[in-house]
Protein backbone atom coordinates (compact mmCIF):
# COMPACT_ATOMS: atom_id res chain seq x y z
CA UNK A 1 0.00 0.00 0.00
CA UNK A 2 2.81 2.47 0.73
CA UNK A 3 3.78 4.77 -2.02
CA UNK A 4 0.41 3.32 -3.95
CA UNK A 5 -2.51 4.44 -1.82
CA UNK A 6 -1.16 5.88 1.25
CA UNK A 7 2.51 8.04 1.30
CA UNK A 8 5.43 7.02 1.19
CA UNK A 9 6.80 6.50 5.10
CA UNK A 10 10.94 8.32 5.20
CA UNK A 11 11.10 8.05 8.87
CA UNK A 12 10.74 9.79 12.27
CA UNK A 13 12.66 12.06 14.49
CA UNK A 14 11.62 14.38 17.48
CA UNK A 15 13.59 17.46 18.36
CA UNK A 16 13.24 19.91 21.82
CA UNK A 17 12.48 23.13 20.88
CA UNK A 18 12.25 26.11 23.62
CA UNK A 19 8.91 26.96 25.08
CA UNK A 20 7.93 29.67 27.34
CA UNK A 21 10.81 30.36 30.07
CA UNK A 22 13.41 27.94 30.08
CA UNK A 23 11.48 24.63 29.70
CA UNK A 24 11.37 22.67 26.20
CA UNK A 25 8.47 20.72 24.59
CA UNK A 26 9.50 17.97 22.46
CA UNK A 27 7.81 17.64 18.98
CA UNK A 28 7.43 14.53 16.97
CA UNK A 29 7.84 14.54 13.23
CA UNK A 30 7.55 12.41 10.57
CA UNK A 31 8.47 12.54 7.08
CA UNK A 32 6.26 11.29 4.49
CA UNK A 33 6.06 11.47 0.56
CA UNK A 34 4.53 14.66 -1.37
CA UNK A 35 0.85 14.24 -2.85
CA UNK A 36 1.08 16.46 -5.73
CA UNK A 37 -3.02 16.77 -6.22
CA UNK A 38 -6.17 18.07 -4.37
CA UNK A 39 -8.26 16.83 -2.09
CA UNK A 40 -11.16 14.90 -2.70
CA UNK A 41 -12.97 18.01 -1.19
CA UNK A 42 -11.38 20.78 -3.22
CA UNK A 43 -13.21 18.89 -6.29
CA UNK A 44 -15.93 19.34 -8.37
CA UNK A 45 -17.50 15.64 -9.03
CA UNK A 46 -19.93 17.40 -11.88
CA UNK A 47 -16.50 17.32 -13.51
CA UNK A 48 -16.38 13.39 -13.89
CA UNK A 49 -18.59 11.22 -15.80
CA UNK A 50 -20.38 8.96 -13.52
CA UNK A 51 -17.78 6.05 -14.81
CA UNK A 52 -15.56 7.99 -13.12
CA UNK A 53 -17.14 8.73 -9.89
CA UNK A 54 -17.68 5.28 -9.92
CA UNK A 55 -14.52 4.09 -10.45
CA UNK A 56 -13.56 6.89 -7.53
CA UNK A 57 -16.11 5.19 -4.98
CA UNK A 58 -14.84 1.70 -6.27
CA UNK A 59 -11.67 2.68 -5.09
CA UNK A 60 -12.32 3.99 -1.69
CA UNK A 61 -14.35 0.96 -1.06
CA UNK A 62 -11.91 -1.45 -2.43
CA UNK A 63 -9.14 0.60 -0.40
CA UNK A 64 -11.60 0.93 3.03
CA UNK A 65 -12.09 -3.20 2.57
CA UNK A 66 -8.00 -4.10 2.36
CA UNK A 67 -7.31 -2.10 5.51
CA UNK A 68 -10.51 -3.69 7.65
CA UNK A 69 -8.83 -7.32 6.60
CA UNK A 70 -6.04 -5.53 8.45
CA UNK A 71 -8.27 -5.64 11.49
CA UNK A 72 -8.01 -1.41 11.39
CA UNK A 73 -11.03 0.42 11.56
CA UNK A 74 -10.92 4.14 9.40
CA UNK A 75 -13.12 6.30 11.60
CA UNK A 76 -11.89 9.57 9.43
CA UNK A 77 -12.42 8.65 5.94
CA UNK A 78 -13.83 11.77 4.58
CA UNK A 79 -13.00 13.50 1.18
CA UNK A 80 -10.34 15.73 2.85
CA UNK A 81 -8.73 12.87 3.69
CA UNK A 82 -8.30 11.00 0.19
CA UNK A 83 -6.21 12.94 -2.25
CA UNK A 84 -6.32 12.55 -6.30
CA UNK A 85 -2.31 12.37 -6.93
CA UNK A 86 -2.25 13.99 -10.76
CA UNK A 87 -1.12 11.90 -14.01
CA UNK A 88 2.29 12.22 -15.42
CA UNK A 89 1.46 15.62 -17.87
CA UNK A 90 0.78 17.84 -14.46
CA UNK A 91 4.38 16.77 -12.37
CA UNK A 92 7.41 18.89 -12.44
CA UNK A 93 10.37 17.60 -13.96
CA UNK A 94 12.19 17.12 -10.88
CA UNK A 95 9.59 14.62 -9.77
CA UNK A 96 10.89 11.08 -8.69
CA UNK A 97 9.99 7.89 -10.83
CA UNK A 98 7.40 6.74 -9.19
CA UNK A 99 5.55 9.54 -9.44
CA UNK A 100 6.50 10.17 -13.08
CA UNK A 101 4.71 6.37 -13.85
CA UNK A 102 0.74 5.78 -14.52
CA UNK A 103 -2.43 7.78 -14.25
CA UNK A 104 -4.51 9.93 -11.39
CA UNK A 105 -5.42 7.73 -8.63
CA UNK A 106 -6.33 7.78 -4.95
CA UNK A 107 -3.73 8.51 -1.96
CA UNK A 108 -5.80 8.05 1.61
CA UNK A 109 -4.06 10.49 4.16
CA UNK A 110 -4.41 11.02 8.12
CA UNK A 111 -5.28 8.06 9.52
CA UNK A 112 -4.74 9.64 13.32
CA UNK A 113 -8.17 8.44 14.43
CA UNK A 114 -7.96 4.85 12.77
CA UNK A 115 -9.01 1.85 15.42
CA UNK A 116 -6.75 -1.13 15.20
CA UNK A 117 -8.35 -3.79 16.39
CA UNK A 118 -11.74 -2.52 15.16
CA UNK A 119 -13.33 -2.19 18.69
CA UNK A 120 -14.05 1.52 19.75
CA UNK A 121 -12.15 2.27 22.97
CA UNK A 122 -14.48 5.50 23.26
CA UNK A 123 -18.07 5.17 25.87
CA UNK A 124 -20.55 4.56 23.06
CA UNK A 125 -24.46 5.95 24.36
CA UNK A 126 -26.69 2.38 24.53
CA UNK A 127 -28.71 4.12 22.30
CA UNK A 128 -26.12 3.57 19.25
CA UNK A 129 -24.87 0.31 20.12
CA UNK A 130 -27.49 -1.33 18.63
CA UNK A 131 -26.92 0.22 15.02
CA UNK A 132 -23.26 -0.10 15.40
CA UNK A 133 -21.75 -1.67 12.37
CA UNK A 134 -17.77 -3.23 13.34
CA UNK A 135 -17.53 -6.37 10.90
Same mark, same amino acid.
Given at each position: ? /? ?7 ? =???? *? ?11 ? %????? /??? %??? #? @???? #? ?13 ? $??? !??? $? ?6 ? @??? &????? #? *? ?5 ? $??? &??? $??? !???? +? ?13 ? =? %???? &?? *? ?5 ? #??? @? +?
Amino acid at each position: M /QGKEIPKFY =GSYS *IELPSVGHTFRSV %RLLLI /QRI %RGP #N @LSAM #NAKAFSQERRKGIMR $SII !DFE $SRVYEHDI @LLA &DSFPR #N *IMMKLPQ $STL &DAD $SDE !DERL +GDERLIFIDFAAAIF =G %RIRD &DP *IPPEYKP #NLF @L +G
